[in-house]
């Protein structure tokens, strides 16, 4: 079946570091992918997505591209803030009908100032 | 626009007690899913329902569970008899037609003693 792998954690960083967070999914066909994220107390929301090879999604200074050869989709930003402190979960959807999103373990992230 | 609604926030009962929590998903909203997280496990797919019917519930984990959507604004999950075992937090997520795009509550924090 459909899986997802993401690198775990925890991650530490300081304020304005490069962040990279490693995600590579196993699926039939060419799957959509998904970044979610989830603050302290709140469910997950949407960060970004690609529906297919070599989209990137990118949102408040995040971005992930969509790699077939490499069958991955790694999560980076720039310079990270405080305020980016959450669990970050990997997702992919079969684009075969089903509806379920395959999550990965999410990583923890911290950020201190 | 209201996001997913759930309640109770938190409940707190004992081994073998009736639990049912509740989930109002957005307007409009074709499909619902049931979530469980854990420190252990991660987020499980418990169950989801595409326009009130259950479409896959091969993660529900035994019959002490089970889920309703009567009509397209209420479900409900119920857990009886409880055991500590269950004790997490459960998440209801909504999502418009073929996005692939989950909108999901605060979550209901479970804990059996």
């Known amino acids: 079946g459909d899986s997802v792998t993401q690198m775990e954690g925890p991650v530490t960083l300081s304020e304005e570091a490069f962040l990279t967070i490693n995600c590579t999914y196993t699926?039939?066909?060419?799957?959509?992918l998904f970044w979610y994220v989830q603050y302290p107390g709140e469910g997950l929301q949407l960060l970004l997505k690609a529906t297919k090879a070599d989209d990137k999604g990118s949102n408040k200074g995040f971005e992930a591209t969509y790699r077939k050869e490499t069958t991955s989709f790694h999560l980076e930003k720039g310079s990270v803030q405080v305020s980016d402190s959450a669990v970050y979960f990997c997702?992919?959807?079969?684009?075969?009908?089903?509806?379920?999103?395959?999550f990965g373990t999410g990583t923890r992230l911290t950020i201190i100032p | 626009d209201a996001g997913v609604i759930q309640s109770p926030r938190h409940e707190v009962t004992e081994m073998g007690q009736e639990v049912t929590l509740r989930c109002k998903p957005i307007?409009?909203?074709?499909?619902l899913f049931w979530y469980r997280q854990t420190m252990m496990r991660g987020l499980e797919l418990l169950i989801y329902f595409n326009n009130n019917v259950p479409i896959d519930d091969s993660g529900m984990p035994e019959d002490r569970f089970s889920a309703k959507m009567p009509n397209a604004s209420f479900s409900t999950l119920k857990i009886q008899p409880s055991e500590p075992r269950d004790s997490a937090v459960y998440f209801c997520a909504s999502s418009p037609s073929r996005t692939g795009e989950l909108f999901f509550g605060e979550g209901s924090r479970l804990t059996v003693l």
């Open positions: 997702a992919s959807r079969s684009n075969f009908g089903n509806e379920k999103l395959t």
């Open positions: 307007s409009g909203h074709d499909y």
């Open positions: 699926a039939t066909g060419y799957p959509s």
